[in-house]
């Protein structure tokens, strides 16, 4: 008489039959515990990268700030909206610390155009370094969604589809424009943060050739380091009845905590910009944190 199979025999015997029916389950098994190490060792990895970035990038704010605490008091501090030149006591100063590693902020408030610029450290720094700076920032850390806000800016210009206009620092994602180019309008987009130029979106000043009807921007503005150049490059780049609108909350004094926002248009500061660089002030636009001023060329 056959003995009956016990319970261990049973599961022997059906391990057998699986592994004959599915033979490929023990080599993915072990590509499973392949993978899982793989994963480990790159969140390892990972997490090395984020300790010796910030540990690096405090030693170098640091380093940086010590030495402008000597220097700033025997410098003479030179307004990037109005050119007003004084020592560092002839301007209020305002005083934060950066949320992204870069150390303390100090900035001036101009007494002949009322803007708020600086820190100083930042705006003495080499665009290639500033250009890096922005991408290990944009590599963490992304901003929140302000596609109807860019669109809102757009349409302030009073736009038409026969014509042709730049959207100057659309973002890496190109989210405004890819929706205002499906509304049927002619935009290029320009952004020096992303790797390499699309056909939509170029990475280098350099790749712009034509000239456009309208320019904008959406809290982009905040970030400019040297207005008075940049706003004289947006006069050669718009056609004759050419307008601009840029947008940005910080015409007021907010967002103070990031090394990135390195100019605040209070007061008279966005009319003097405009003067100095062939513009005019045409329309402004206060809701909120919402605020857009609309500038047409004077000449």
């Not at 030693?59 to 000597?70: E, G, Q, R, S, V």
């Not at 560092?88 to 870069?102: M, S």
């Not at 935009?187 to 992303?194: H, K, N, Q, W, Y």
């Amino acid at each position: 008489m056959m003995e009956a199979p016990t319970r261990s025999r049973i599961g022997k015997l059906l391990e057998t039959a699986m592994g004959r029916l599915f033979p490929l389950r023990r080599p993915i098994r072990k590509s499973l515990r392949n993978f899982e190490v793989l994963a480990g060792r790159i969140a390892a990895l990972e997490n090395h990268l984020s300790i010796v970035e910030s540990h690096y990038g405090t030693a170098f704010w640091l380093a940086l700030d010590a030495a402008y605490d000597i220097s700033l008091p025997h410098r003479d501090i030179k307004c990037i909206v109005c050119e007003h030149a004084d020592k560092r006591a002839g301007y209020e100063i305002l005083t934060d610390n950066c949320i992204f590693g870069g150390g303390k902020l100090e900035r001036y408030r101009c007494p002949s155009c009322d803007c708020i610029f600086g820190a100083q450290k930042y705006l003495d720094l080499d665009e290639s370094f500033v250009n890096v700076d922005y991408q290990l920032l944009y590599a963490r850390y992304s901003e929140g969604d302000t596609t109807s806000n860019e669109i809102r800016t757009f349409h302030s210009m009073l736009p038409m589809e026969d014509r042709t206009y730049l959207d100057w620092g659309c973002g890496a994602d190109g989210k405004a424009l890819a929706r205002i180019r499906e509304e049927g309008f002619s935009v290029l987009g320009f952004e020096p943060s992303i790797p390499a130029s699309t056909a939509r979106i170029l990475k280098r000043r350099d790749e712009i050739s034509t000239r456009f009807d309208g320019i904008f921007s959406n809290n982009v503005i905040e970030h400019f380091r040297s207005p008075i150049a940049l706003f004289n490059d947006f006069h050669g780049l718009l056609k004759e009845e050419g307008v601009m609108a840029h947008s940005s909350a910080c015409y007021e004094y907010v967002y103070p905590f990031t090394r990135f926002h390195t100019l605040f248009l209070l007061g008279r500061s966005p009319h003097i910009l405009g003067e100095r660089t062939g513009f005019k002030v045409k329309n402004i636009v206060r809701d909120g944190e919402y605020i857009s001023y609309l500038f047409s060329k004077t000449g």
